[in-house]
């Protein structure tokens, strides 16, 4: 049996972001469009690079993230997943003992208010409590 990974090794495993043609509608996005299919880690590195009291929401992030990898569009589905795999590695790394000031400041992007947060192993309460210390 196969050891479980953990957030940790999820986000931090080797892959490459890829743009691709779509063929059909998908979500938001329009067939023939190129949508950008990103990685743990650079839905890591983008929030990494967000300074302190300032928040973005996912779709901003969607929109960044594409035109800095000459896409149209990034995947609402994978940014969504590798957007919980990044706080929930971060969260790992603080309950490992690395400092709060260390770790993916991931509460910039993820509203307490949103389904996202709901599913989080931690729940709402870092999420605001981090908040509140950047003046949110």
Same mark, same amino acid.
């Given at each position: 049996?196969?050891?479980?990974?953990?957030?940790?090794?999820?986000?931090?495993?080797?892959?490459?972001?890829?743009?691709?043609?779509?063929?059909?509608? #998908?979500?938001?996005?329009?067939?023939?469009?190129?949508?950008?299919?990103?990685?743990?880690?650079?839905?890591?590195?983008?929030?990494?690079?967000?300074?302190?009291?300032?928040?973005?929401?996912?779709?901003?992030?969607?929109?960044?993230?594409?035109?800095?990898?000459?896409?149209?569009?990034?995947?609402?589905?994978?940014?969504?997943? #590798?957007?919980?795999?990044?706080?929930?590695?971060? #969260?790992?790394?603080?309950?490992?003992?690395?400092?709060?000031?260390?770790?993916?400041?991931?509460?910039?992007?993820?509203?307490?208010?949103?389904?996202?947060?709901?599913?989080?192993?931690?729940?709402?309460?870092?999420?605001?409590?981090?908040?509140?210390?950047?003046?949110?």
């Amino acid at each position: 049996m196969t050891k479980k990974k953990t957030w940790i090794e999820k986000r931090d495993l080797e892959k490459k972001p890829e743009v691709k043609r779509i063929e059909k509608d #998908f979500a938001d996005i329009p067939a023939g469009s190129t949508m950008l299919i990103p990685t743990p880690q650079l839905v890591n590195e983008f929030i990494k690079s967000i300074s302190k009291g300032r928040s973005l929401d996912i779709k901003t992030i969607r929109k960044e993230l594409a035109q800095e990898h000459g896409a149209e569009y990034t995947c609402p589905v994978t940014t969504g997943i #590798f957007l919980r795999i990044v706080a929930e590695a971060a #969260f790992e790394e603080l309950q490992n003992g690395k400092n709060i000031e260390a770790i993916t400041p991931f509460w910039r992007v993820i509203d307490p208010r949103s389904t996202l947060a709901e599913k989080l192993s931690f729940g709402r309460e870092l999420l605001l409590e981090m908040r509140e210390k950047e003046d949110f």
